[in-house]
Nanobody
Framework: QVQLVESGGGLVQAGGSLRLSCTTS????????ISWFRQAPGKERDFVSG????????YYADSVKGRFTISRDNAKSTVNLQMNSLKPEDTAVYYC?????????????????WGQGTQVNL
């Protein structure tokens, strides 16, 4: 079992920055790909960014490329999402998710574990 806890959400002005953190506990963190998804009211849960188990492979949705940066610290069992140049359309609940294995899936149904989410409002 892997427990995920997100933090760092809040209210920010357009153009501002936020740093989201996903802290995990339970099974070996380093064996899992960790991704961020977001879900706006009335919309589907969309892939935002993901990082492979060793931190070398990172992936971003086109809508956030150049503005968001994902990183992981396996020693601290933490994945961070630095969000810069935020736009009103970034408003959503942001979730982190874990999937065991070397791939970083973009479909939410492929993830085994989810956090409770953190709200980001612009």
């Amino acid at each position: 079992q892997v427990q995920l806890v997100e933090s760092g959400g809040g209210l920010v002005q357009a153009g501002g920055s936020l740093r989201l953190s996903c802290t995990t506990s339970g099974r070996t963190f380093s064996g899992y790909a960790i991704s961020w998804f977001r879900q706006a009211p009335g919309k589907e849960r969309d892939f935002v960014s993901g990082v492979g188990w060793n931190g070398r492979s990172t992936y971003y949705a086109d809508s956030v490329k150049g503005r968001f940066t994902i990183s992981r610290d396996n020693a601290k069992s933490t994945v961070n999402l630095q969000m810069n140049s935020l736009k009103p359309e970034d408003t959503a609940v942001y979730y982190c998710a874990a999937d065991r294995g070397p791939r970083v899936p973009v479909g939410p149904n492929e993830y085994d574990y989810w956090g409770q989410g953190t709200q980001v409002n612009l």
